[in-house]
């Protein structure tokens, strides 16, 4: 999420940030007014200008910070939070310099700072996407399930990218009884409908990344009433998928969960096939025990 959100706030700078002020100097009203729009367009422009080259500075370091002396790393974060601190002086109430200043701190770890500062720019703007995400995950962090929930949903822009997607879908997954008792979503059957829509929707925006087409398949062991023969359906896709199919790992997990699912639909003969497939791969042991136990189960009910 937090690189597509570096991207998506340099358009949002030079884009609607900006508009406002230059569109002010087109038509002024008077000598008076066209003087203020002058100098609020100057101001726009060094703060664009300021905020870009900080940003750039914090990539920089970012890039190097694995190798750095831990003296320098030090340095250098405390060099990068005192030019926030100083831009953020000049200007107080811009939601941009908030976010990047909060996000810096949060990557740091510094999530109660982080916090603060997301807070003053909701205040300023809710409808600011990447200060409502960045808000929403340090709530969530610290348990604020039902405060989180509401700046996830204002948290995503008009284009969104399959990890932030992704993201929320474990959130939903990972906090479903506090949203429940919150009130959030009335019945468990939406929410788990809308956490499955969340997960599949992040496999369409990656183009077939096994890994999130991976997680979306795996939703159907996280709701309360699967619907196994979709679930089968995507793990036999998954199963053909050219980075599956090259992986002898991938391919051997992959053949367990449609085992599993087999198993869960009353497929018993089928399933015991699909075992057989994957013997010998140790690091599978304890899924291949996961299905012994839902075949078991599944004789014992008479199927």
Not at 42 to 70: C, H, K, S
Not at 74 to 89: K, V
Not at 123 to 149: V, Y
Not at 216 to 233: G, H
């Amino acid at each position: 999420m937090r690189s597509a959100l570096k991207i998506w706030f340099f358009s949002a700078v030079f884009g609607a940030f900006a508009l406002p002020v230059f569109a002010e100097t087109e038509n002024p009203a008077s000598d008076s007014s066209e003087a203020d729009a002058l100098i609020s367009k100057r101001e726009t422009e060094t703060l664009i200008a300021e905020l870009t080259a900080l940003a750039e500075r914090r990539e920089a370091f970012y890039a190097e910070a694995e190798t750095l002396p831990q003296n320098e790393s030090s340095r250098r974060a405390a060099d990068i939070a005192a030019r926030f601190e100083n831009l953020l002086a000049r200007f107080p109430d811009s939601v941009p310099v908030l976010f990047f200043f909060a996000e810096f701190l949060h990557d740091g770890g510094e999530n109660e700072r982080a916090e603060k500062l997301l807070l003053k720019a909701e205040q300023l703007d809710e409808t600011f996407a990447p200060a409502q995400f960045l808000l929403a995950e340090i709530l969530a962090a610290r348990g604020a399930a039902t405060e989180a929930f509401p700046r996830f949903r204002r948290g995503f822009s008009e284009n969104p990218d399959a990890e932030s997607v992704a993201v929320y879908g474990e959130f939903l997954c990972d906090h479903r009884d506090a949203l429940l008792a919150g009130k959030c979503f009335p019945t468990r059957a939406e929410l788990d409908e809308n956490m499955q829509r969340v997960f599949f929707l992040a496999a369409f925006l990656s183009d077939g990344n096994p890994d999130y087409c991976w997680r979306a398949a795996e939703s159907f062991y996280d709701v309360e009433n699967p619907d196994w023969d979709w679930a089968l359906a995507m793990w036999d896709s998954i199963a053909r998928l050219p980075a599956v199919e090259k992986s002898p790992e991938l391919l051997a997990a992959a053949t367990l969960h449609r085992a599993r699912v087999l198993a869960e639909l009353g497929r018993i003969d089928e399933a015991n096939t699909l075992l057989r497939e994957t013997v010998g791969v140790p690091a599978l042991e304890r899924s291949r025990r996961l299905v012994f136990e839902v075949i078991k189960r599944k004789r014992e009910e008479g199927n």
